[in-house]
């Protein structure tokens, strides 16, 4: 089954707008949740973070937000730009075994001037 | 500073070949994880280590073997290369576990083809 979930798989966005970007989790037993970001021909790189007892972790123009009732995450960006083209995977770390992560399927966001 | 360097970036190979794909860092990270990328599937973790001697299943583990008998060297083994194996090849440090926020470290990937 899979215990993270990432339901779209592009997203499009102009210039400027705000990007969204969603993922849904069933397990209780993560203590972290991050997301990365991957360009083509690259390994994945961190983006940001958000332990489970928070609510909300800022980071620039990067935001993501922690919905513990409904399992559910979210990765804002304001104002996206066309670097920011890549795909994007959320994760979530366990709270045992070391820095083992579980991530969903990816949401390729293009971000059009 | 290199960070995590796999070799070789890509390879192919013919059904029941054997190869390592190897993975070094130089951060002095205890942990350190293989995943592999398929369409539609995001990563999945096939072997982790939380130190020198010391390794673990992930999600993915059967036709895989790994080792781990130094800090900075973390082989990943096919046993018998099958098509299915056919994927992108990451793998990926951090920081001991006390200081850890799930931040890994890539490297930058190896392509496997098998045939």
Same mark, same amino acid.
């Given at each position: ?38 360009? /083509? ?12 007892? &928070?609510? !909300?972790?800022?980071?620039? *123009?990067? +935001? ?14 304001? /104002? ?12 979530? &770390?366990? !709270?045992?075994?070391?820095? *083992?992560? +579980? ?11 | ?115």
């Amino acid at each position: 089954d899979q215990q993270v979930k990432q339901n779209s798989p592009s997203l499009s966005v102009q210039e400027g707008r705000i990007s969204i970007l969603n993922c849904d989790y069933t397990n209780s037993m993560f203590d972290y949740f991050l997301w990365y970001k991957k360009y /083509p021909a690259e390994g994945p790189t961190f983006l940001i973070s958000i332990s489970s007892i &928070k609510d !909300k972790n800022e980071d620039g *123009r990067f +935001t993501v937000f922690l919905n513990k009732s409904a399992k559910h995450l979210s990765l804002h960006i304001v /104002p996206s730009q066309p670097g920011d083209s890549a795909v994007y995977f959320c994760a979530a &770390k366990w !709270k045992r075994g070391g820095s *083992r992560l +579980t991530f969903g399927e990816g949401t390729q966001l293009t971000v059009n001037p | 500073n290199a960070g995590v360097t796999q070799t070789p970036k890509f390879q192919v190979l013919k059904t029941g070949q054997s190869m390592t794909l190897q993975c070094a860092q130089d951060m002095n990270h205890e942990y350190m994880s293989w995943y592999r990328q398929d369409p539609g599937m995001g990563l999945r973790l096939i072997h982790y280590s939380v130190g020198a001697g010391i390794t673990d299943q992930g999600e993915v583990p059967n036709g895989y073997n790994v080792s781990r008998s130094t800090t900075e060297d973390f082989p990943l083994r096919l046993l018998s290369a099958a098509p299915s194996q056919t994927s992108v090849y990451f793998c990926a440090s951090s920081e001991p576990q006390g200081a850890n926020t799930g931040e890994l470290f890539f490297g930058e990937g190896s392509r496997l083809t098998v045939l």
